[in-house]
DNA sequence: AATTGTTATGAAATCGATTGCAATATGTTC
DNA sequence: GAACATATTGCAATCGATTTCATAACAATT
């Protein structure tokens, strides 16, 4: 083992000259002014190094690398942004982080934005129109280069009202929704055809009664409820009806636990239930298990999102499957694409996927 | 309906200069020199009303206040940071930001940062060090004045190196675990003494036979697991056994499944499991609905986190709450009593409590 | 009217990194 | 060895906001 080992040049050199000009200050954080005393060079040069350009002998970047490792020099994020006038950043604004689906999202954005050198900054924005005003207040203080707005519950005029006002000009990616405004890009996720298909599946299995639970009527639920209507109404043919139920309250699970209770006492020949998100599906499921009603036997039940809801559920939970994934892959190579100069395509369409598990 | 809304002037006044000194570059994104043109001030004085200081005439005042607000402006974050040394940023740790427990915690933690005027953002460090040095890095570039580890996954030699390498001198709060580094505050859940009082319950109850589930051995994992073994110990004299089940894969679902699938096998007249998160326990009541064991009465479930997946089970699970949120809020106030140059509690403990539901 | 005190205002330096341009040093060619 | 080309290097301006200090303007006091 070394007896005394190297102490880092430029760390001695911010304690002995401690009041200087150009970063001395408090603290033990270097600034390329510190490095540049160490190796007896100027700004210029380290700032080269650091950055990987050409124009520095050889012997003189390895010596200056040399002492950037030495002294743990991590460059100051705040003076980049300002002198390269781009913040290299990304936000991800979410009405509620609490959201697994929508966090799942997040996950993938910022991991395919990592991967080009762009960080996300994950934003919980609330549900009212004040939360998201100041969100993107902040946003636009931290100069981001573009934003993804998760879920459809962004798509409203509030939203393009503060979008224009906080972020003109910066592209808008949103993940299944649309919004009026230039530069805005999204990813539609097909859920009416899928509601359609899960209708027209269940007809084909027999079921003739089908109730229908959704909560909060954001775009996305109120498309899928359209889903199922349309269904219904191209089986009514085949004798199927159906029943739509609504429960907004902020606890899904409570919601679908008594609005199936609600369609258990008015129809009690229900025979199958289509649910808005799987939460609900679950809270449905209880209702049903609570009454000793056999799933999927007497009751079939499918959900929406294929989440890890469903599969904590037993018998664990048919859903269809949104495709966040992909979706949010895609999403953010758009925001790549504009970024880069390029023009992605306006909207891209997803086609949703019946996870057949074992309530149906 | 006014005809000819007022133009904002130094909207205008950017478009005309274009290409002057200061701030006259692309976008429409103003600064405090086309505030202070407009006005015909300086900047100084605009600087001033902005951060609500004295010494600015009244009618100034006024005036430059409107210009403010019809423009629109907003003071850019990164030249702020520059100048005013203090980012007012704080990073929020997690292993893997699709954790529900966790980004409960993460939404605490942000929204009491939030109200004193910080900013928290939440990182994805994945789980090995590799990806923890990363984030860290990443941190330090954008000069964070606090982070916050969010679980125990944190409680290692990797992480005391990684801090002590890019976060020297910064405030770390710790959720759940500790660290042996300077200016490190922690929080810590007594789980080890909450599943030994959940024992001790399951033991008053009459039940004699108790497998104990778990997967990574994380420093809480290890805890409980110890809480468990001295539980058992203690009830010995009572006639009352235990065994330990480990499953360490990423998904706690099926890992709870599989090893109550053990279990019932290796000791048939098992009567009561107890797992180290929710997620096992739901596995693990699946694996005994499979097959028609009857819960609570033949087996009794308890899990740990009291999180929505406890809700979701059918019957509904007995789950030991760990106090996230008090956790969370405590965490915040150490960091924020830290930044004020207070000297908060190193160490805070919180007792758990046992919510009984349905599985017990 | 002269002096002092108070308020209002702007010029200039600063934070830390980047970069165009000028200056210097080195190498190449005839 | 002179003229020119090329490679290194550093100075100084810049990004946008804050703040100190000096000055100007004005009111109050004797």
Not at 46 to 71: D, F, M, P
Request: charged share 20%; with cysteine.
């Amino acid at each position: 083992m070394q007896r005394n080992p190297k102490k880092p040049i430029a760390y001695i050199i911010k304690l002995l000259y401690n009041n200087q000009k150009h970063g001395f200050g408090g603290g033990i954080l270097l600034t390329i002014y510190d490095i540049a005393k160490a190796a007896n060079v100027s700004a210029s040069s380290v700032s080269r190094v650091i950055n990987g350009k050409s124009g520095v002998n050889n012997a003189t970047r390895q010596k200056i690398l040399q002492i950037l490792k030495e002294n743990n020099y991590v460059p100051n994020e705040a003076a980049r942004i300002l002198v390269n006038q781009s913040s290299r950043l990304i936000g991800i604004l979410i009405a509620d982080i609490r959201n697994l689906h929508h966090m799942e999202g997040a996950y993938y954005i910022q991991s395919e934005m990592d991967k080009n050198g762009y960080n996300g900054m994950i934003i919980n924005a609330g549900y009212d129109a004040k939360g998201l005003a100041h969100a993107m207040e902040n946003l636009n203080q931290r100069r981001v280069e573009g934003v993804v707005l998760m879920g459809s519950v962004f798509q409203n005029r509030d939203t393009e009202k503060a979008v224009r006002q906080y972020l003109p000009e910066i592209p808008i990616i949103m993940i299944n929704g649309q919004l009026d405004i230039p530069n805005c890009y999204s990813v539609l996720s097909q859920e009416k055809e899928g509601i359609f298909t899960c209708v027209e599946f269940l007809a084909n299995h027999g079921r003739k009664q089908i109730a229908y639970i959704t909560n909060a009527p954001t775009p996305s639920n109120l498309l899928k409820q359209n889903g199922f209507s349309e269904g219904i109404a191209a089986q009514r043919k085949n004798g199927v009806r159906g029943w739509i139920y609504k429960d907004d309250r902020d606890d899904s699970l409570k919601g679908g636990y008594e609005a199936m209770q609600r369609a258990l006492l008015e129809h009690p020949d229900v025979d199958a239930v289509i649910c808005a998100v799987d939460l609900l599906a679950a809270g449905a499921l209880q209702a049903l298990l609570e009454k000793d009603v056999d799933v999927p036997r007497k009751v079939a039940i499918i959900g929406v999102d294929n989440s890890i809801y469903g599969q904590i559920c037993y018998p664990r939970l048919t859903s269809l499957d949104n495709q966040i994934f992909s979706s949010c892959v895609i999403g953010a190579h758009q925001l790549l694409e504009f970024l880069q100069g390029g023009h992605p395509a306006r909207c891209v369409s997803m086609q949703t996927v019946l996870v057949e598990r074992e309530t149906t």
